[in-house]
């Protein structure tokens, strides 16, 4: 895309109103816009992280069987009832509105009830079974305080599996499969090393403990024990000498770490199943529970923690596979060589494949630079007479600060050396 | 997709609390689940085929220089009062909801305030426009009654584009230039021929008349008469001698049709850019009003517009554009010879792209040709025992009674000749 056809521009201000760092760089990147505490509008370029990230979590829920659903954000009373989820005593933080006749909805908060409601329609047979659904869409939470920027919102983008199981054995089957499907996940993100299976509190459903994704990160609010040689961490809720004992964990092995919870898997037993009459038949006829299994990450949340995680002090730092554009390539100065270079790169690597933020615009060098550190691409190239010249290319990964002069197939060959 | 790893079924039962044809017709398929009045959750087959809209149209929006942006559902009100359109007396149709310490906000019903807000952020020099943008999302809206299934629902998809103008001749451009995209949607979609852009009330923002498009149609709701020869119409609301003559149109060219509007676009001069404090600086330094226009196309109404219009007795008849899948593969019998060339040809099919639902479940031929009929699959293939024998495959097109025996070429050849 050329530079000079996005609307959005950077801003040197530092948004007064804002104390996380990643609402802080994302609005003066021109990624987000803030509607109100906690709700952010994505801007073009955000919206293509955002986008990214998503075909990551979904390309891996469909590669173990997931099929996607679109849930409502309206909600229905009835069904919330049933589980005892709609009193505002028992849920503390639905958004709730009225129908012209004045009956009361929920504004999607969450969507066990209305998936049970749904599957159930459909899937009786113990032929159905095991089933694997799931959802990326808006959630929203009334949190009585905002100011996490993209990692606490009131309006959120989620990716949530839900599975039904037939009995305990294949709930187990089913229950690791999305957990190795969630390292793929992190792993493709670029914080595969970083992100730790975390035991965790199980919730009121079952005696069993839940797992968190954790990332370690100095910005992590959850403090965990990382036993590292295991690859397995304890979070800090649960750290007691008798649920060590319980998980097989050394405290000799154990290391404090700060972590942000870039995802969780529940077991759910047939809690919901059960209060919502969901039950299949098996071979002889006999009606049976069925056992569930939920599992969240936070997709917006993990734009914002990508993104505060990665930056440094010139601004954001985006792993190859979410970058809005793989390459920043800057145009300096305005002579008739330099253009056609440039136009000619832009024209050659958007054929071959390769994302390009063109800055085609009238503008300065320094400012040039600085936009391109602080937007992030993972790739800077600058085109200029000087380039022309030497009939090279000036190459500068945004983690390094050196750059390098390459011939155009050196050139290919670097973007074509992805990170993992 | 095998379709028993598919969750959803059909049925024969027509959904008693349905009058719309679409919605009964998306249900008894099993593309949707209704969640209450004028609120459907998408299933996986009904998602494909929403996402499949969207991307039509996602692909024109960025073809005229489209930036795609996603604002937030929840709205605050202070911005809405600027252009006086907060006060449920003024607009009777918005979803409120309140934050935890008692403020009140909007469930998003519409985008300009937001949107405005947003790009005056960082548009603010003529060098900066005209500028695009638009957004493919859920809105609400509080109908007091909500009956024609897809087609009017109390939330819903809309893809709506925005677009700022330095001058009125600018804003004329621009306006044929999406109205131009627009045609192109329609005619991808498989409603080129029966979709008239039609005149119709331009609102209380300007003399002008807007734009309305209307797919002929006899469940449309709208009365409309069109000009065959200028392939233009004019809606029954300003069908007037007047009017007529403003618009060199002759009553005696026009013929009273019914139609269903698919789309709009709008004139809204500088009335939200004013009320909101939008201007740019021109290349004197002096400040100048920015010319709006606004263009929506109702993306789930398609979904339920498209079902019910190409629907016959049997079921659901897709355009191969919106398909879920092109072909519906029905194997008869589980003979290992038919397994393994139904087998095969799915493998090879969906290698050569060609999306495919395989029913491979344990069925009755009839079930299996029932379903294939109902669910709407442009193509339906038979393998049996007898199509192994004699060394070809069983095509038919579902628009058509009669199925004709083809070799593997043949049949790739049937295939790629897409329908437009």
Not at 108 to 127: C, M, N, Q, R, Y
Not at 310 to 327: C, H, I, R, T, Y
Request: charged share 25%; hydrophobic share 35%; proline share 3%.
């Amino acid at each position: 895309m050329r530079r000079s056809l996005l609307f959005t521009k950077t801003t040197k201000n530092v948004p007064a109103d804002e104390t996380a760092k990643n609402a802080q760089l994302l609005i003066q990147a021109g990624y987000i816009h803030k509607e109100m505490a906690g709700v952010y509008a994505y801007m073009p370029l955000g919206l293509r992280v955002l986008e990214n990230i998503k075909q990551i979590v979904r390309d891996e829920m469909n590669a173990i069987g997931g099929q996607e659903l679109m849930m409502t954000t309206l909600q229905p009373r009835d069904i919330w009832e049933k589980t005892d989820r709609w009193d505002d005593k028992k849920v503390d933080n639905w958004f709730k509105t009225k129908l012209a006749n004045g009956t009361e909805l929920g504004v999607g908060l969450t969507h066990e009830e209305p998936i049970v409601d749904a599957v159930s329609g459909f899937a009786t047979s113990h032929k159905d079974f095991p089933i694997y659904v799931y959802q990326i869409q808006s959630k929203f939470r009334n949190e009585l305080r905002a100011k996490s920027g993209l990692l606490r919102g009131r309006e959120f983008v989620m990716k949530d599996m839900y599975t039904f199981s037939r009995t305990q054995q294949e709930h187990e089957a089913v229950y690791e499969r999305v957990v190795e499907a969630y390292h793929r996940v992190y792993k493709r993100l670029g914080l595969g090393a970083s992100t730790y299976r975390t035991y965790a509190d199980g919730g009121i459903f079952t005696p069993r403990f839940s797992d968190e994704f954790q990332t370690l990160s100095p910005i992590g609010e959850d403090t965990i024990y990382v036993d590292e040689a295991k690859r397995i961490a304890i979070n800090h809720e649960i750290y007691s000498d008798e649920n060590l004992a319980k998980l097989n964990l050394n405290k000799a092995d154990l290391v404090e770490k700060k972590g942000v919870e870039v995802g969780n898997t529940f077991h759910l037993e047939s809690k919901y199943t059960d209060a919502l009459g969901m039950y299949y038949t098996d071979a002889d006829g006999k009606q049976q529970p069925l056992i569930m299994g939920c599992y969240g990450i936070g997709v917006s949340r993990l734009v914002g923690m990508i993104a505060e995680h990665f930056s440094d002090e010139n601004g954001l730092v985006w792993p190859d596979a979410v970058a809005p554009f793989k390459v920043y390539l800057a145009r300096l100065g305005d002579s008739e060589q330099a253009i056609q270079q440039a136009d000619n790169l832009y024209n050659y690597l958007t054929a071959q494949g390769v994302t390009v933020l063109y800055d085609d615009r009238d503008a300065r060098p320094g400012q040039k630079f600085a936009d391109a550190e602080l937007m992030g691409m993972p790739y800077r190239i600058v085109v200029s007479d000087k380039t022309v010249a030497s009939g090279t290319y000036e190459l500068k990964r945004r983690t390094e600060s050196e750059s390098i002069h390459v011939s155009e197939d050196q050139l290919l060959e670097n973007l074509s050396n992805t990170e993992e």
